[in-house]
């Protein structure tokens, strides 16, 4: 069965504290993974789609990496905007549906 | 360059009653998708709808049923609701022949 899991659940960063989220996976091939910033109430927002591993992604203060296993969202020097719930998701190499993980929950503190 | 919208923003139905969800995709694309949220959760698929077939199907009972019109927009329909199908419904779209799906806003349906 395919699945995903993110951790931690929840992180709380002062703001410019750099860290990272982590998403694991378990598919039978892979087609895609992606990364989504998910704001309370509203639909996800698309940041980054990774391929292959070894595969890597930037934007802003944001860099995606993708090993066979896992993927990272590195977050460098944050800011308060940067607070929002993480998603993973990952497509199945002969499915058309998304699996998506529980998402982490990132506070910045200024 | 209109994003994905979704109507209604919030819904309360009681329980036993049906329910319908619309949804138009970005433009350019051709392919919806339905996923429910609970709340601290991360999205579940719902169905898939291409060419205004369904492609592909979640783990949701038949209660859970969709249609998707020749202009792309789509429609989800939930029969004898339940409590538990209380949570944000989110649609997405996609062009065929790519993998990324964009989110629309969501509807916030409450079953009391």
């Known amino acids: 069965e395919d699945q995903v899991t993110q951790s931690p659940e929840a992180l709380r960063l002062q703001e410019g504290e750099s860290s990272s989220l982590n998403c694991s996976y378990t598919v039978s091939g892979l087609r895609g993974l992606f990364w989504y910033r998910q704001d309370p109430g509203k639909g996800p927002e698309f940041l980054f789609t990774l391929y292959s591993a070894g595969e890597e992604k930037e934007k802003e203060r944001l860099k995606a990496t993708l090993t066979k296993k896992e993927s990272f969202l590195h977050i460098t020097a944050p800011k308060p905007e940067d607070s929002a719930t993480y998603l993973c998701?990952?497509?199945?190499?002969?499915?058309?549906?998304?699996?998506f993980g529980p998402g982490t929950r990132l506070s910045v503190l200024p | 360059d209109a994003g994905v919208t979704q109507s209604p923003t919030h819904l309360i139905k009681t329980r036993g009653q049906q329910v319908t969800l619309r949804c138009s995709p970005k433009?350019?694309?051709?392919?919806v998708s339905w996923y429910q949220q609970a709340l601290g959760q991360g999205p579940q698929f719902i169905f898939q709808y291409y060419e205004e077939e369904e492609r592909q199907r979640g783990n949701f009972p038949d209660r859970f049923s969709g249609h998707q019109f020749p202009n792309y927009s789509s429609e989800l329909n939930v029969n004898a609701l339940l409590l538990g199908d209380s949570a944000l419904y989110l649609c997405?779209?996609?062009?065929?022949?790519?993998?990324?799906?964009?989110f629309g806003p969501g509807t916030r349906l409450t079953v009391t």
């Open positions: 433009s350019g694309h051709d392919t």
């Open positions: 998701a990952v497509q199945p190499e002969y499915g058309q549906n998304f699996v």
């Open positions: 997405a779209s996609s062009f065929a022949r790519t993998s990324e799906q964009y």
